[in-house]
């Protein structure tokens, strides 16, 4: 059965340091993964995703995340936080155009 | 251009009503998704339509769930004798099916309260 692991459920960092943020999955064959941001009140975006190829991804906002085929793992890292990135962070796994399934989420707080 | 539209952003209603939450996909876009999400949680898939047709409803928790999308575009997600444990955020997703990948768009989500 697909199921995708958090194990931080909320994070505290400062301002202007680095984050990391874990995700493990478990699925059948090498899913797509993707990593969502939610704000208070927003929808749900889009930062990143793998299909396939380079392991290292780039993101919006300056985030990228590393697919670890070994680990069963896709953590998303950021090398200097904005107080802005404050927000609740989705990993999801996904097969072509078939329904995601979410990680119960981190939320990420940041303090000046 | 314009995203993914949801109404209302907030509906409260009492146990045992019937309510109907409507989602806009982004013009064009061809497949649709629901998914409910409860506070603490993350997303949990609803129902998938491709078109017109419903390609996988298997997240509907239970026969109380009903989501029709007659003509390709507009869905509503239906819910009869809505119970207290239905409260929860009720998101809608659009994409544009190819070959390769989906790239699900988010609304912003319905707000359900069941008193």
């Known amino acids: 059965a697909q199921s995708v692991t958090q194990p931080d459920i909320h994070i505290t960092v400062s301002e202007g340091a680095s984050l990391e943020l874990r995700c493990n999955y478990s699925?059948?064959?090498?899913?797509?993964l993707f990593w969502y941001v939610q704000s208070p009140g927003q929808g749900l975006q889009l930062l990143l995703k793998?299909?396939?190829?380079?392991?290292l991804v780039q993101g919006i906002k300056g985030f990228e995340a590393e697919f670890k085929r070994s680990q069963s793992s896709f953590n998303l890292r950021k090398p200097s936080v904005h107080w802005s990135d404050a927000a609740e962070y989705f990993c999801?796994?996904?097969?072509?155009?078939?329904?995601?399934?979410f990680g119960t989420g981190t939320r990420l707080t940041v303090i000046p | 251009g314009a995203g993914v539209s949801q109404t209302p952003s907030n509906k409260v209603t009492e146990k045992g009503k019937y309510v109907e939450l409507r989602c806009d996909p982004i013009?064009?876009?061809?497949?649709l998704y629901w998914y409910r999400q409860s506070l603490g949680q993350g997303p949990e898939f609803l129902i998938y339509?491709?078109?017109?047709?419903?390609?996988?409803d298997s997240g509907l928790p239970n026969d109380r769930f009903f989501a029709v999308r007659p003509e390709g575009s507009v869905s509503t997600l239906k819910i009869q004798r809505t119970e207290r444990g239905d409260s929860a955020v009720y998101l809608c997703?659009?994409?544009?099916?190819?070959?390769?990948?989906?790239?699900?768009?988010f609304g912003p989500g319905t707000r359900l309260t069941v008193l």
């Open positions: 997703a659009s994409s544009f099916r190819n070959r390769s990948y989906n790239e699900q768009f």
């Open positions: 699925y059948g064959a090498t899913p797509y």
């Open positions: 793998y299909f396939s190829g380079d392991t």
């Open positions: 999801a796994v996904g097969m072509r155009a078939n329904n995601l399934f």
């Open positions: 013009s064009g876009h061809t497949a």
């Open positions: 339509f491709q078109g017109t047709g419903a390609a996988d």
